[in-house]
């Protein structure tokens, strides 16, 4: 059944109102990186700990908690803190439960704290990522540890992609994916490599939880379409010269956090509507740009 029927459906069935559950992509996100956390920790054995993915979701859940309360009028939201816990849990590594803690604190905190014009500019689980890995020796993160079963990417690409299509935010993984595919292919054939190699490399599963759920965040990327298509090719570029010039593994969350600033000033130069979650307005966004945070620009 579409989107579409079962909101038709909700609203001649008050007692089964799915409306506000089906307009929200959030909730699709969260249950497929719960999905991937419970099989991530009952089949495989990638490093995450229960414990660790319990700490990690319970510190975000609680650190958005906090800031809420420490930013006055702001009614606590369990998805985008749950979200950022569930990705953490997913890509972080360490042996330290200090870490597992100060990981979502940094990405919350940093939501509410470094923001141009009432949005954030870092997606909270990058810059918790890059900026744990750029100064601590304690975590890593391997870009190919999801391995390449095909059943798995399967999984992510079709769950990825109902995210995308209720955050209309596909155009932001296909201009990311394209880009990123066409550098590695392209590096394949003027070293003379098999195209083995360059499939390979995309077939990884971290690759495509990026792809799906850190760049195409909607409330840390640019409004308007051709904006977004600038900066996942820009964070495609950067990626593929920090992985290859500077053999940095991790290269992915770097260039996206690098990036980030960019976010702002694309707004202002390709100015459109302001994305928002729910018909509400964000008591940290100014009165003045209310009127159009209440619509997804497509132009």
Not at 15 to 30: C, E, G, K, T, Y
Not at 146 to 157: E, I, M, S, T
Not at 183 to 193: E, H, K, T
Not at 252 to 272: E, G, R, V
Request: charged residues 10%; glycine residues 6%; contains cysteine.
């Amino acid at each position: 059944m579409s989107t579409a029927a079962l909101m038709i459906a909700a609203s001649r069935h008050p007692r089964l109102n799915f409306a506000p559950f089906v307009a929200d992509p959030r909730h699709f996100q969260i249950a497929t990186l719960a999905s991937l956390v419970a099989l991530h920790l009952a089949r495989f054995d990638l490093g995450a700990s229960p414990a660790q993915a319990l700490t990690t979701v319970a510190g975000a859940l609680a650190a958005q908690f906090v800031c809420a309360r420490l930013s006055g009028n702001v009614p606590f939201d369990w998805r985008s803190p749950l979200i950022t816990g569930l990705s953490l849990t997913l890509l972080l590594r360490s042996h330290s439960p200090a870490m597992w803690l100060l990981a979502p604190a940094l990405g919350i905190a940093a939501k509410y704290v470094l923001r141009v014009r009432g949005k954030h500019v870092f997606n909270p689980a990058t810059f918790a990522i890059a900026a744990l890995l750029f100064v601590s020796p304690d975590v890593w993160v391997s870009p190919g540890q999801w391995g390449n079963a095909v059943w798995l990417v399967l999984l992510l690409v079709c769950c990825g992609g109902l995210v995308l299509q209720r955050a209309a935010r596909a155009d932001t993984a296909l201009a990311f994916l394209g880009a990123y595919a066409g550098l590695l292919l392209w590096r394949a054939w003027s070293l003379g490599d098999p195209v083995e190699i360059p499939l390979n490399q995309l077939q990884s599963g971290a690759l495509l939880l990026f792809s799906f759920f850190m760049i195409t965040d909607p409330r840390s990327t640019p409004d308007r379409r051709l904006g977004r298509v600038l900066f996942a090719i820009a964070v495609a570029g950067f990626a593929y010269w920090l992985q290859f010039r500077w053999q940095l593994r991790p290269a992915l969350f770097f260039a996206l956090a690098a990036m980030s600033p960019l976010t702002p000033i694309l707004d202002w130069l390709l100015p459109a509507p302001r994305f928002a979650w729910r018909h509400e307005p964000d008591p940290l966004i100014p009165s003045a740009l209310t009127p159009n945070t209440l619509t997804i620009a497509e132009a």
